[in-house]
């Protein structure tokens, strides 16, 4: 089965910069998107970037400008790189990915979830 491990958070102070990875395993014909999600203490999980096999990109507007998501794809690894971190950036971050696997007739795209890593900013 298809799974994706995340690394990278921790606790840092704002203004402050961390890189998250989530790598990608398991029996994957191809990924055609990966990205990241964020979810804070009462709210909704919330898209924070993401990337197509494509290369085209998106990102939340509250982190534009700071966040920047990449991928390597030989590695099935995607990366996110926060930069001038705030408190408002606190949350669990999930990796996702739209992967395609091959069945025994035909083939199947399903979404897949991380475990999630802890990013936590001071004040």
């Known amino acids: 089965q298809v799974q994706l491990v995340e690394s990278g958070g921790g606790l840092v102070q704002a203004g402050g910069s961390l890189r998250l990875s989530c790598a990608a395993s398991?029996?994957?014909?191809?990924?055609?998107?990966m990205g990241w999600y964020r979810q804070a203490p009462g709210r909704q999980r919330e898209l924070v970037a993401r990337i197509t096999t494509g290369g085209s990109t998106n990102y939340a507007d509250s982190v534009k400008g700071r966040f920047t998501i990449s991928r390597d794809n030989a590695k099935n690894t995607v990366y996110l790189q926060m930069n001038t971190l705030k408190p408002e950036d606190t949350a669990v971050y999930y990796c996702?990915?739209?992967?395609?696997?091959?069945?025994?007739?035909?083939?199947?795209?399903?979404?897949?979830w991380g475990q999630g890593t802890q990013v936590t900013v001071s004040s």
């Open positions: 996702n990915a739209v992967v395609t696997t091959t069945q025994v007739m035909g083939v199947t795209t399903s979404e897949h």
């Open positions: 398991g029996s994957i014909f191809s990924i055609n998107a």
